[in-house]
Structure formats: structure tokens, C-alpha cells
T-cell receptor, first 110, second 116 residues
Framework: DAKTTQPPSMDCAEGRAANLPCNHS???????VYWYRQIHSQGPQYIIH???NNETNEMASLIITEDRKSSTLILPHATLRDTAVYYC???????????FGEGTQLTVNP | DTGVSQDPRHKITKRGQNVTFRCDPI?????LYWYRQTLGQGPEFLTY????????KSRLLSDRFSAERPKGSFSTLEIQRTEQGDSAMYLC??????????????FGSGTQLSVL
């Protein structure tokens, strides 16, 4: 799996969009970008994933650059409950061997 | 959908004792995973099952660790002769399986192990 780089921490004001970046410059053509988040004292929660097209679901949007070397997770209207560690994972096989890095601690402030 | 259930939530044990954790996956999920997480780090893969077959084990899973999923439903993770370095959160996850690139893992809340 390709290595990912994320900022260790970010802050966001409640109600504003939170844009979380991820660099994955060594990504291969058959590797997907997955995002999970982990709220304190809970297990990780799947958010979204994509290959090369932008994706949107009820939780977030995923924007992948044309060269696929980086991506951005967008939470359009952040709430206090979105405070969590967000993990960007690049993998060919999503299940058996997800490699979590240290992620980005997102703090949403009132 | 009752989610992935893990028991106990917390376990405190003395060094050298054996401990066993249980995971009940989402009922129709045929894949089950164990991960370990230490403070400030992301979860690390330990092992996974497809139904009752254990298909992959990490090098992190020493001989003191054993996992089972006897009937393809719940799973147990046993640690023998616990060491202080085993202190961590043990996370279980399950998935429907299917095509690997569309697989979503559903995690439980974990068992926090403290070895004194």
C-alpha cells in the first residue's frame, strides 16, 4: 500500500466546511483512497472511498486530484460531533490489511 | 443492525495471566478482523477470518496470541502469559466481503487491555 501523509492536527469552526488533505504521491493505478475516522473511545468508522473520480455521500465528499497524488476529504458543515481523528488510507484491498497512519486530529470549535 | 459487539470493554490483568476477548460481528458479515491500537497510534492489523478460516496473520501476532472463529460467527482472541507490552485497545471489525476494493469495515468499540 502506498504511504500517506496527513497534517497531525487541524481546527475548524462549527458550521464551516472542514477540508482535510492527504498526500499519496506513490499511489499506484489500482489503489483506492479510503477515509475512516475515529471518535474518542470508539472504533474507526468508514466515511468514503474513491479511485479517481470525485465521490460524495451523506457524510462527506472526496476530491482526488487528476494525477491522484493527493486528495481532500470535505465535511461540508462541520459539527462538534465531527471532532475525531481522520485516517487517509491507500490500498488495493480494503479489507484484510488496512494500514492506518497517525491520521489528522480534527477539532471542531463552537 | 446491532453493530459489532466486543466484550469486555475493559480488562485489567496481571502480567503472566491469560486473557480472552470476544467479538460478535454483524450477523450477515462473513469476514472478521482483529486490530490492535496503542495510544496515539492508528490501529494495526493482526489477523482476519473468512467465515471460520483464518486467512491471514500479521507478524505482530506472536505465538502467545491465538484467534478462533469456530462456527464462522463470533470470534475469540486469546493472549497467553500477558506482558506489559500487550497493553492496548483490541479492535474487532467485520465486513460483508465481496469485491476487495469496495469493502467497508465496521468496527466495534474495542476491548481496552491493561497489563499490570
Amino acid at each position: 500500500d502506498a504511504k500517506t501523509t496527513q497534517p497531525p492536527s487541524m481546527d475548524c469552526a462549527e458550521g464551516r466546511a472542514a477540508n482535510l488533505p492527504c498526500n499519496h504521491s506513490t499511489i499506484s493505478g489500482n489503489e483506492y483512497v479510503y477515509w475512516y475516522r475515529q471518535i474518542h473511545s470508539q472504533g474507526p468508522q468508514y466515511i468514503i472511498h474513491g479511485l479517481k473520480n470525485n465521490e460524495t455521500n451523506e457524510m462527506a465528499s472526496l476530491i482526488i486530484t487528476e494525477d491522484r497524488k493527493s486528495s481532500t476529504l470535505i465535511l461540508p458543515h462541520a459539527t462538534l460531533r465531527d471532532t475525531a481523528v481522520y485516517y487517509c488510507i491507500v490500498t488495493r484491498t480494503s479489507g484484510s490489511r488496512l494500514t492506518f497512519g497517525e491520521g489528522t486530529q480534527l477539532t471542531v470549535n463552537p | 443492525d446491532t453493530g459489532v459487539s466486543q466484550d469486555p470493554r475493559h480488562k485489567i490483568t496481571k502480567r503472566g495471566q491469560n486473557v480472552t476477548f470476544r467479538c460478535d460481528p454483524i450477523s450477515e458479515h462473513n469476514r472478521l478482523y482483529w486490530y490492535r491500537q496503542t495510544l496515539g497510534q492508528g490501529p494495526e492489523f493482526l489477523t482476519y477470518f473468512q467465515n471460520e478460516a483464518q486467512l491471514e496473520k500479521s507478524r505482530l501476532l506472536s505465538d502467545r496470541f491465538s484467534a478462533e472463529r469456530p462456527k464462522g460467527s463470533f470470534s475469540t482472541l486469546e493472549i497467553q502469559r500477558t506482558e506489559q507490552g500487550d497493553s492496548a485497545m483490541y479492535l474487532c471489525a467485520s465486513s460483508l466481503g465481496g469485491h476487495a476494493t469496495n469493502e467497508k469495515l465496521f468496527f466495534g468499540s474495542g476491548t481496552q487491555l491493561s497489563v499490570l
